[in-house]
């Protein structure tokens, strides 16, 4: 369609321009709408941080939400270098972060409190205009709160030339801020201002859940924030099959919990009813278990009856879930899973198994309700227990809350602004071409599979091609979790079984998938970002799943830059192994960022002594010339809104359309 005045148009094209023009009535409007749009696709990107693998650390996730992973520290001292110290600084920055419980410390303290009310509001509304720079004020506009819009509006935009009449219009504001009594309430405002215009675009890779002590806290801080993202990880599509009603997932996730010292987490956090699992696992399950015992716990003091009863509890879930397990395997035979029927594999006498030609002796034999001549069957206990457990996930409303939320801002995959993000992997074959896996008789690779599969999440939850076909996807979301060929596992099994019963070590091997042993292969990182219409030059994959060893020397960086693996360790599961406490990756108009987190200790230390996260970055990649909106995916549809409006004026032009007012 051209835009000069004679264009021909067809009966389609005059119908979305007519449209259009309802919004745009007359050629002053349109025109005004293009240089708006046009002014904003030369501001400089917003910046985008990326983090993964969060496992329920709470503490730590709100604390960089908080400083930004450093980004406030570093804008505070471009600010006021040359003007404060750095305990000064420091003490700002921690007031930015905690603004209630900082606040309450320091009225205790001072003397002149409207004094320093004066110089605080002061350096609070230098740090915002700092940080709100690079954005339009009307998108800076609807991040301001209600009650202080107009007065942030104005503080931001006057001018500090020393002597103007502006400047006492700016004093006169913070003067009846204090006198008032509203200046607490404005700190708290403006901090929360600061820390939200210093992030734009939150990207989540996946694995909220599991692990740490809350996973419930991260998500109803993510629900309080609007630009954001998620990616699903393995143990997310865990609890997501849980929340559904997938018995299968629900075991694991009582397990994963009992095995962390977690059940916490599904009682208070959700209100999971676990008090028939209690009872259940004190009569059948009730002599000492020490391969069920929770890792956090310690061996001896006073805790010996709670140890004892959780390891009972996570035995009697184990066992349930090895059954139920045994059960969906012999169901769907085209999982290609039947090495994992391993109750079948016991002497029950002998107390060993068999294993790939080899017999292994069991660190724990004794499974009272295992019947060796039909190993996979519940006995009646077990199935009121898995029903009672089933329908308490089915009925918790803040569980269903965040599955909800987690299919709402989530997904398998996502592609914006030149990165491609997904949790762990795509399978692939050992020549490094995309894998070929079987869904419901038809086959599915590379993106198409990802594309498949998040249908099928989406459909285990919410139904809508009738029952069987729920039935299936239902059982496929325990396979996500640890098929062979799902992207999220990616391994050759999963060895729960020899893990908690089996000392040597060989048992417990898990091979992992083609995709990680090309994960330095830069033509197949290529291969993929192609697949996902990205310059395969230019974008990057940003994963995590995979803690990378940090204190081996591994790095982050992998097939030259076009692989970014950003599972640093926040689960504090993990940072014996990676040495350090997370990554966090910064994308900003001036290229890419990783930053090193160093273990966080907690808020009350961050309030009461000034300490933050000790965070260390380097460069990924940087740009000669700053990246603007112009050059974002969001840019890509702005220039679009440009295309369709230059259309509508010489629509106007050539009297094919004509102005409404």
């Known amino acids: 369609m051209s835009t000069t005045a004679d264009a021909a148009y067809t009966a389609a094209d005059l119908k979305y321009l007519g449209l259009l023009s309802e919004k745009f009535p007359t050629i002053a409007d349109a025109s005004t709408e293009i240089i708006n749009l046009e002014a904003i696709l030369n501001l400089p990107k917003g910046t985008e941080h990326f983090l993964t693998d969060l496992h329920g650390e709470y503490e730590s996730f709100r604390h960089v939400l908080k400083n930004a992973s450093g980004v406030i520290r570093q804008k505070v001292h471009e600010v006021f270098n040359n003007t404060l110290r750095e305990s000064e600084m420091s003490e700002l920055c921690t007031l930015i972060y905690y603004p ?8 205790a303290r001072e003397a002149d409190l409207n004094d320093w009310y004066k110089v605080t509001l002061n350096q609070l509304t230098e740090v915002c205009r700092a940080v709100s720079v690079k954005y339009t004020r009307s998108k800076v506009r609807k991040m301001l709160p209600p009650d202080f819009s107009y007065v942030i509006q104005e503080l931001l935009h006057e001018s500090d030339s020393p002597g103007s009449s502006k400047q006492n219009y700016f004093n006169g504001i913070l003067n009846s801020i204090i006198a008032i009594g509203r200046a607490d309430a404005f700190i708290i405002a403006m901090s929360n201002v600061i820390q939200r215009l210093t ?64 059940l916490d987490v599904l009682e208070d956090g959700y209100g999971i009813n676990l008090l028939p699992l209690a009872r259940f696992a ?24 709670d140890t004892l009863l959780t390891s009972q509890m996570h035995k009697a879930i184990t066992v349930l879930q090895f059954k139920i397990e045994g059960q969906l395997i012999k169901r769907h035979p085209e999982y290609g899973m039947s090495s994992r029927l391993l109750l079948e594999q016991i002497d029950y006498k002998r107390g060993t198994i068999r294993l790939d030609g080899e017999e292994y002796p069991l660190r724990d034999a004794d499974f009272p309700t295992v019947d060796p001549a039909n190993p996979y069957a519940l006995t009646p206990a077990e199935e009121r227990l ?31 602004n030149s990165n491609l993000m997904y949790h762990a992997s795509i399978p692939m074959t050992d020549d490094g071409e995309f894998k070929s896996v079987l869904i419901d008789g038809k086959s599915y690779a590379g993106r198409a599979l990802l594309d498949r599969l998040d249908l099928l999440a989406r459909e285990a939850y919410f139904g809508g091609n009738g029952q069987q076909s729920r039935e299936r996807a239902l059982d496929y979301m325990w396979y996500l979790w640890c098929g062979p060929d799902s992207p999220f596992f990616d391994k050759s099994k999963m060895a ?13 091997h898990e091979e992992k998938g083609a995709y990680y042993k090309h994960m330095e292969d830069t033509e197949m990182c290529r291969r993929i970002l192609a697949a996902f219409d990205l ?67 907690s808020s009350v230390k961050a309030v ?24 974002t ?17 010489a629509a106007y032009r050539g009297g094919w359309i004509k102005e409404r007012k």
């Not at 089933?390 to 914006?416: C, D, E, P, T």
């Not at 994959?541 to 830059?561: F, M, Q």
């Not at 009461?608 to 996260?613: A, C, L, T, V």
């Not at 990924?620 to 112009?630: K, P, Q, W």
């Open 100 to 107: 209630e419980e900082k606040l309450r410390l320091i009225k």
């Open 199 to 262: 992030i734009d675009r939150l990207h989540i890779i996946g694995d909220i859940f599991d692990r740490g002590p809350g996973p419930h806290i991260i998500l109803d801080t993510l629900a309080q924030y609007d630009r954001y993202d998620i990616q699903w990880g393995n143990h997310d599509i865990l609890w997501m099959g849980a929340a559904a009603g997938n018995t299968a997932s629900i075991a694991n996730v009582i397990r994963l919990s009992a095995r962390y010292d977690n």
């Open 282 to 305: 004190m009569e059948y399950y009730n002599t000492p278990c020490a391969p069920y015992k929770p890792k956090s716990m310690p061996d001896t003091g006073g805790n010996e009856r």
């Open 386 to 416: 898995i029903r009672t457990l089933q329908a308490s996930f089915l009925n918790s409303y803040k569980l269903q809350k965040h599955i909800r939320l987690l299919y709402l801002k989530g997904s398998i995959y996502l592609a914006v």
């Open 496 to 508: 729960t079984f020899e893990r908690y019963l089996i000392e040597d070590k060989r048992a417990q």
């Open 535 to 601: 310059d395969p030059e230019r974008s990057h994959i940003i994963s995590g799943h995979v803690p990378v060893k940090t204190r081996k020397g591994e790095s982050p960086i992998k097939a030259g830059g076009r692989l970014l693996m950003i599972d640093g360790g926040f689960s504090k599961a993990y940072q014996s192994e990676t040495g350090i406490a997370g990554y966090t990756l910064i994308f900003n108009s001036h290229g890419l960022q990783l930053v090193q987190h160093e273990p966080f200790e």
């Open 608 to 631: 009461e002594e000034g300490r933050d996260i000790i965070s260390t970055k380097m460069i990924v990649e940087a740009m000669t010339d700053r990246i603007t909106v112009r050059d």
């Open 633 to 649: 995916t969001i840019g890509k549809e702005l220039q679009r809104q440009i295309d369709d409006l230059l259309q509508l004026l």
